[in-house]
């Protein structure tokens, strides 16, 4: 029997005001056409927070700062699982460019509710859900 690899991924809760930014993940990508919070795979050497700050500017040319932790959440894949560790980010400068998604939006805890979430997404939408009702 071969084990299953876990991969270390963050993701970004960015708010603005009541919003949340959504990001509709390319359709050629794994979890193609799925909305997730932005982020990517930790790593090596890099913290989850430098991750952020990191793929955050690789995928939107913006600057941001990482904050406090949200929560995590470990998905069987089938063919991997994903271990998603949410945080909460402050966008600092820079205006949002679409250089990695098919599609962003901002939306309230309700609209988010509505949208296709990657499998590994779903407890962390909850988990907002319940941090701010
Ligand atoms: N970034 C991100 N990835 C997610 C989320 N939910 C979820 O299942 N994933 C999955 C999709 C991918 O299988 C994996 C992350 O891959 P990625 O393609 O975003 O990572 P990366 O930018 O480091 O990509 P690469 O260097 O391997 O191309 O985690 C999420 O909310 N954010």
Redesign the pocket.
């Known amino acids: 029997m071969t084990s299953k690899k876990i ?1 270390e ?3 970004a809760i960015i708010r603005k005001g009541n919003r949340f930014l959504c990001a509709r ?1 390319k359709a050629s ?3 193609g056409g ?1 909305w ?6 930790i790593e090596t050497n890099e913290s989850p927070e430098q991750c952020l700050e990191r ?1 955050l500017h690789e995928e939107f040319a913006i600057q941001s700062v990482c904050g406090k932790f949200l929560c995590e959440n470990t ?1 069987d ?1 089938g063919d ?1 699982i ?1 271990k ?1 560790k949410a945080y909460f980010v402050k966008h600092t400068s820079g205006d949002f460019q679409l250089l ?1 998604h098919q599609q962003i939006q901002w939306l309230n805890l309700n609209e988010m509710q509505q949208l296709d979430w ?4 779903l407890p ?1 939408v909850d988990k907002l859900t319940s941090h701010y009702k």
């Open positions: 991969i991924v963050t993701a993940r990508s794994e979890q799925k997730e919070f932005p982020g990517g795979k793929e998905h894949y991997k994903i998603l990695a990657a499998e590994a997404d962390i």
